[in-house]
């Protein structure tokens, strides 16, 4: 770590020196309307769209400086990441429009990102780093259309930092703060973050690489009762990654990808309420190894792409075993591949189509206390069709409709559809929209196929249903949208256990469960030099989805440029009561608890020293230092400071 330090803080002061003279008094920027690609691979307008899209800039990014990204994403309006201000080993938990992990669909660059050997099918969003981000875009509700398996309540589409324009550039970034929880006031740095990256624009050859290092210690996963000390679980993470391009010609283009993340940390039994959780043996580690490459070809009236990938997750388990007093070793192996062929072509100067076909192969192997799996006998495959019809006019009504049609080497064949009209009045500055679309949630491998697995297991689906405006006033600086949701799904996946043979397994849930709510956002620019944001979630869901969800949830941000050096911003974050549930371990019985809401007031300020070149921050988090309980047991963030600086070189 201290040559880490030493190696940064040089660099500084060698671009410090040599940039002083380089530094401009003022630089051009270009407004663009926002161009988004969720909703149908391809850019386009936002205005065009007619889907629920939540995009969050590299800029934006830049202003949540001492954020994680799980932290980043919970402000978003639907968005609950459970965990979020716990230790920084906890798992995640994602909580979109009254859903949970499985029905999250992340996608990388293009490539859905998942863990086969998970109980839950999910990638893990603590393997990423801000740094490493140059944008993301959230498309709340159906989307199985376009992105199959798992799109059920949202895709979070993430873009990694790509090539500048320059021949040689680079970043370099370093920050230190302290890691406390309420009852600790420790200011010595307790929790680290550093990296750099080269990027450049040689000819038609593009290329980006990078690493990135973050530690933190001081908190215990489990919250100590009163008057006790747990010990520490520490958390490390580390990112290589790189991205390489070639510009064949006008008309064709290629752009491989690899990257590799790596986290290790310490974690506690699950909390029982015993107070006998704590423990200093349990670690864990996950790697994910993922690499592809991505050819595009464009023609008169469209384009071509193709997306191949490989991923493999391995996860490694050292557990305490309270039983026979030793340590269990335990390790889960996935790997996927998924190739996505598909075209944009254009029939008319309005109407354009999307088709493609989708491959994804899975297998997982374990090796626990309790037996092993083999690769080849936990393994599925699908292969997914699809067309996509979007047809914009110029009297202001848009349509984007689709269908998928899904099969499964398990399951068989399933089908989804999307029809997602929109309207931009002529006479106001209102934009009306709606959409009805299917998705579908594919048993994970553990569900199918582990001791507990059950291969009759049909996949979920669930349909959706949306209303929702969007309107500009003031021109344009005062934006303000809502939408309300409704959701049913069905076969969901539930765990059952025979009160007689106490045999148990993975089943799908009679019945039918909803979800419903409504999502309001509003951006004013109030002055130039001052902008309001502010978010508001109602959320209901029937009894048996009803956990860790918030029924309420509001978001406020204020931003300040003072000059063009100087920015300021102040957030307040708001959740609902929860109700959450644990395992008595007193009476072996789980119980029902209402988590109490909570309140946290964010601050940033940030000082731009040379401009578009050295960047220091320092930012606080929790600054009323308040003590509240995200999940049940375990600790959460108090009031914590952090410094650094950013270097573009």
């Known amino acids: 770590m201290k040559k880490n330090l030493w190696g940064i803080c040089a660099l500084t002061a060698w671009v410090s020196a040599v940039s002083y003279a380089q530094q401009s008094d003022s630089t051009r920027v270009d407004q663009l309307d926002e161009v988004v690609i969720s909703d149908t691979k391809f850019a386009q307008r936002k205005e065009k769209s007619g889907k629920v899209i939540v995009k969050i800039s590299r800029e934006s990014l830049e202003q949540r400086k001492g954020q994680t990204l799980a932290q980043v994403l919970s402000t978003v309006a639907g968005v609950e990441i459970n965990g979020n201000q716990s230790a920084n080993g906890k798992n995640l938990g994602y909580y979109v429009r009254g859903g949970r992990n499985q029905q999250v669909l992340i996608v990388i660059d293009g490539v859905p990102v998942t863990d086969p050997s998970g109980i839950s099918f999910e990638f893990d969003l603590r393997l990423l780093a801000v740094d490493q981000i140059e944008s993301i875009e959230i498309m709340k509700g159906a989307a199985s259309t376009l992105y199959g398996t798992g799109a059920a309540t949202a895709v979070i589409n993430i873009t990694t930092k790509g090539a500048g324009k320059k021949a040689l550039q680079g970043q370099a970034y370093l920050n230190i703060g302290s890691n406390n929880s309420a009852a600790q006031s420790t200011i010595n740095g307790q929790e680290f973050n550093q990296g750099f990256s080269v990027n450049g624009t040689s000819g038609g050859f593009t290329y980006q690489a990078g690493v990135n290092s973050t530690e933190s210690g001081n908190l215990s996963q489990l919250a100590p009762p009163a008057g006790q000390t747990y010990e520490e679980d520490r958390f490390s993470r580390l990112n290589y990654h790189g991205k390489f391009g070639y510009k064949v010609s006008s008309r064709f283009r290629w752009e491989a990808f690899a990257q590799v993340d790596r986290i290790a940390n310490d974690y506690d039994q699950a909390f029982d309420n015993t107070g006998t959780g704590d423990t200093p043996i349990n670690t864990t580690t996950s790697e994910q190894t993922r690499w592809g490459f991505t050819p595009t070809l464009s023609f008169r009236k469209g384009e071509l792409k193709l997306i191949a990938a490989y991923s493999k997750v391995v996860r490694r388990y050292d557990e305490f075993n309270a039983w026979s007093g030793t340590t269990d070793a335990s390790e889960y192996a996935g790997r996927s591949v998924n190739v996505d062929l598909f075209s944009k072509y254009a029939l008319t100067d309005k109407l354009y189509l999307v088709a493609g076909t989708q491959y994804q192969f ?196 204020l931003d300040i440029t003072p000059s063009s050096r100087w920015f300021i911003n102040v957030n307040y974050h708001y959740v609902d009561t929860r109700r959450d549930l644990f395992f008595d371990g007193a009476t072996f019985a789980t119980t029902a608890v209402d988590l109490s809401a909570y309140r946290l007031f964010y601050g940033l300020v940030k000082y731009e020293v040379f401009k578009n070149q050295l960047t220091l921050f320092a930012a606080v988090t929790n600054i009323q230092n308040a003590n509240f309980t995200e999940t049940i047991g375990y600790t959460t963030r108090g009031r914590n400071f952090s410094i650094g600086l950013n270097l573009n070189l």
Do not use: C
């Not at 959706?464 to 309300?484: H, P």
């Open 362 to 557: 899975h297998d997982m192997q374990t090796q626990t206390p309790f037996g092993a799996q083999r690769r080849e006998a936990t393994k599925f495959a699908l292969v997914d069709p699809y067309i996509t019809l979007v047809w914009t006019t110029a009297w202001g009504g848009n349509v984007n409709a689709g269908a998928r049609w899904n099969h499964h080497s398990e399951y068989g064949n399933n089908w989804v559809y999307n029809i997602n009209p929109s309207y931009q009045l002529k006479s106001l500055p209102v934009k009306l929209f709606s959409s009805v679309s299917t998705a579908f949630v594919t048993p994970s491998l553990f569900q199918l196929y582990s001791p507990f697995g059950n291969t009759q297991l049909k996949p979920e689906t669930n349909r959706t249903v949306e209303l929702g405006a969007e309107a500009q006033f003031l021109q344009k600086k005062l934006r303000v949208s809502a939408v309300g949701f409704y959701r049913e799904q069905v076969d969901s996946f539930g765990f059952f256990t025979d009160p007689v043979t106490f045999n148990s397994n993975y089943i799908n849930i009679t019945g039918l469960n909803k979800a419903r709510g409504v999502e309001a956002d509003m951006v004013w620019q109030v002055h130039k030099k001052v902008q309001v944001t502010a978010n508001y979630t109602f959320t209901q869901v029937d009894e048996a989805l009803n956990r860790l969800i918030p029924k309420h949830k509001a978001n406020i941000g």
